[in-house]
Structure formats: structure tokens, C-alpha cells
Nanobody, 125 residues
Framework: VQVAEYGGGLVQAGGSLTISCAAS????????IGWFRQAPGKQREAVSC????????KYADSVKGRFTISSDNAQDTVYLQMNNLRPEDAAVYYC???????????????????WGQGTEVTVSS
């Protein structure tokens, strides 16, 4: 099993950044890949998720219209394109994998079994 995030860094407010997640080797027929984030002193929160089988996506209200999740199944990689970044988007971003259950696109942390180590995104104002 591999879950590893890449591409974090420093970006100015209003700028863009794309982070990626290499995820493979899971004992599931189908699964969802989610992005979560945790800022210092705050609880981890869901950002977005995508179904590996049909590419359906879901977003937290705080990032709708600014972030886009996508996947390249041939490369076992999921991307999170972040546009119009705000200082409040600064956090450690985590990628995680959950076994698929019907049509559900889970944004609940408890549904996710495998987690990466995170990649830090800093947004300067």
C-alpha cells in the first residue's frame, strides 16, 4: 500500500498550486480518494474526494469553485488543483483512501483507512 503526497509549497494569496497523491496497492475492488487538511490548532477537515471507478467528485463548501480534484488511474495519481488561494487555505494537506460503499462519496474522516504523511501548503497574504 502506498499513499504519498507531493507538491506542497509557498504561494501568494490569489495564486494557484497543484498537489498530487500517489495511491496504489489497496485491497479493494473500488475506492474513493480524499483530500483533507489540517491547520495549526485546528481539527482536520475534508476538502474533496473522487471515486476511482467513475470519477465522480465532491467538495467541501469552503473550496467549491476554487479547487478541482482529478485522477489519472493509469498513473495511480490524484491531483488537487487549488486556485484563488486564501490565507485560510494554509494547512498540511493529506491524501487518504476509503473503500467504496455504493454511490457514496465520503467526506467523513472516519471512513478513510489509509493516509499519507501530508504535504504543507503555505499561503502568504
Amino acid at each position: 500500500v502506498q499513499v504519498a503526497e507531493y507538491g506542497g509549497g509557498l504561494v501568494q494569496a490569489g495564486g494557484s498550486l497543484t498537489i498530487s497523491c500517489a495511491a496504489s496497492g489497496f485491497p479493494y475492488d473500488d475506492y474513493a480518494i480524499g483530500w483533507f487538511r489540517q491547520a495549526p490548532g485546528k481539527q482536520r477537515e475534508a476538502v474533496s474526494c473522487i471515486s476511482r471507478s467513475d470519477g465522480d467528485t465532491k467538495y467541501a463548501d469552503s473550496v467549491k469553485g476554487r479547487f478541482t480534484i482529478s485522477s489519472d488511474n493509469a498513473q495511480d495519481t490524484v491531483y488537487l488543483q487549488m486556485n484563488n488561494l486564501r490565507p485560510e487555505d494554509a494547512a498540511v494537506y493529506y491524501c487518504a483512501v476509503a473503500r467504496a460503499e455504493g454511490d457514496e462519496l465520503p467526506l467523513r474522516i472516519a471512513r478513510y483507512d489509509y493516509w499519507g504523511q501530508g504535504t504543507e501548503v503555505t499561503v502568504s497574504s
